[in-house]
């Protein structure tokens, strides 16, 4: 496992943007955000490829939400714009080991092998 790290959540009115962050301390292949609100199970948010040209998204953010990745600071980010109340969760960052090939990407969280601690996004009405 890859210890993960992240930031940059917080509250923020309808409408308004936040950009997460997430700092791996090691070599990771595809990664991932996910998030968990009370009483519902995580769900996929967005995943990229290790080559970073290749991103995925849930429906429910497509078009809101920019998943990036920085190789310098071994970092992936998470843009997201035109937040709504639905959007207000714990986002975690997820990242798959390097033995499932630099291809892999994923939206299943089984399939990720280390964890973030989670940051909360609050989003007001």
């Known amino acids: 496992q890859v210890p993960l790290v992240e930031s940059g959540g917080g509250l923020v009115q309808a409408g308004g943007s936040l950009r997460l962050s997430c700092s791996a301390s090691g070599g990771t292949s595809g990664m991932g955000w996910f998030r968990q609100a009370p009483g519902k199970e995580r769900e996929f948010v967005a995943a990229i490829k290790w080559s970073g040209s290749i991103t995925n998204y849930a429906d429910s953010v497509k078009g809101r939400f920019t998943i990036s990745r920085n190789y310098a600071k071994n970092a992936i980010f998470l843009q997201m714009n035109r937040l709504k109340p639905e959007d207000t969760a714990v986002y975690y960052c997820?990242?798959?080991?390097?033995?499932?090939?630099?291809?892999?990407?994923?939206?299943?969280?089984?399939?990720?092998?280390?964890w973030g601690q989670g940051t909360q996004v609050t989003v007001g009405s």
């Open positions: 997820a990242a798959a080991s390097l033995s499932r090939g630099l291809g892999y990407s994923t939206r299943a969280p089984d399939e990720y092998d280390s």
